[in-house]
């Protein structure tokens, strides 16, 4: 009942701003007061309708309760009528309940200030929102009715080694190692399952240098944040309606490699630029990237089939000696049936791959 009562208020105010010059504020408080009046809302709080009213014009209506929240990690919609969060890895339905209407217009608003476009030709888009959370969208008829919407918020500050210690991610004895290691100059491949904690223990790493090197970052959306003093972040771009002006991870890594980095980072290897990586690792700059993988072994096999994408002329032989010549590190991050994030597993390279061994 109060979502329909927001929906109705929202629709009388938008017809207000559009009779005439007046503030959106001025024109939801004549809205609100109209309907208190008619003793419409007897048991509702006037503030908090005005706020909902509000986001609903300017804002991202009712997502922006959850996306406030500290504790909600992501937000998905599968249909207007069914908006899940996820709060410390566990899945919660929410009694959010949209329209078609509102889904298409949260989506306009969101994408509004990223440059992305979203249309048959173009069923899918990542863009980053104003928070920093990434947005992903799907429409129809990839999708089967409904536009699919999710959203990765990440935490509000940038958590160092020593914060994911106090977080039972890793023990000192790791946070040590990767630090040295980081130190050293190694090339650090970070890998683990959707939502295992990737991209946090990357950052967390970045932590280490930011006061004395020079880097440079490349991801397909923006989602690594740091505190480097000096830094470059590169973002791929989609292709415009004349399907011309698209800017691929390969060009980028390319491009970095021109400006001057101490340390390189590529956000996700995920197809062709884990080649254009692997040559900038075995140019002497140091490196991170994450990847999709079950274990670390298996990252360390997946980074050798990624660059084999890149064309038929690429040798298996030279790839697999590239890999085992620059790749020095990979950290394999888990996250357990009870929402708990950790380190699983560190595989270093020394001349051949061995597990390392920390005392508990």
């Not at 009562?5 to 559009?18: H, N, Y």
């Not at 970070?190 to 223990?201: D, F, H, P």
Request: hydrophobic share 45%; aromatic share 4%; with cysteine.
């Amino acid at each position: 009942m109060f979502v329909q009562s927001v929906s109705e208020l929202t629709q009388k105010t938008r017809e207000i701003l559009a009779a005439g010059p007046l503030s959106v504020d001025l024109a939801i408080a004549r809205v609100i007061d109209e309907a208190f009046e008619s003793s419409q809302f007897d048991s509702v709080d006037e503030g908090e309708l005005k706020a909902s009213v509000r986001r609903a014009l300017v804002g991202l209506g009712e997502i922006e309760r959850f996306l406030g929240d500290p504790e909600v990690e992501e937000i998905w919609l599968n249909s207007p009528k069914e908006v899940f969060v996820a709060r410390q890895g566990k899945t919660f339905r929410t009694d959010l309940s949209l329209t078609e209407v509102e889904v298409r217009q949260l989506v306009e608003r969101m994408l509004r200030a990223s440059g992305r476009r979203l249309d048959r030709s173009e069923p899918f888009v990542d863009a980053t929102l104003s928070d920093g959370s990434r947005l992903h969208v799907v429409i129809p008829d990839v999708t089967r009715e409904h536009w699919a919407i999710n959203i990765r918020k990440f935490p509000p500050k940038i958590l160092t080694l020593e914060n994911l210690v106090g977080l039972g991610v890793m023990s000192w004895p790791v946070a040590d190692y990767l630090k040295a290691e980081f130190l050293a100059g190694t090339n650090i491949l970070v890998s683990g399952a959707t939502q295992a904690g990737k991209t946090t223990l990357l950052c967390a790493l970045l932590d280490v240098g930011s006061e004395t090197e020079r880097l440079l970052t490349v991801e397909e959306t923006f989602e690594i944040r740091t505190n480097y003093v000096d830094v470059v972040a590169l973002q791929a771009r989609q292709a415009n309606l004349e399907g011309v002006g698209e800017i691929t991870l390969r060009k980028l890594v390319r491009e970095a490699l021109r400006m001057r980095p101490t340390r390189l980072v590529v956000g996700e290897v995920r197809q062709a630029e884990a080649l254009d990586l692997l040559i900038a690792l075995n140019s002497g700059i140091a490196g991170l990237c994450t990847i999709h993988a079950n274990s670390a072994s298996e990252a360390i096999a997946k980074l050798k089939l990624l660059p084999l994408l890149a064309g038929e002329n690429i040798p298996s032989m030279f790839v697999n000696e590239t890999v085992d010549r620059t790749v020095g590190l990979v950290v394999h991050c888990v996250m357990d049936s009870k929402g708990h994030r950790r380190v699983s597993q560190v595989l270093k390279n020394s001349g051949s791959w061995h597990e390392v061994h920390f005392e508990v």
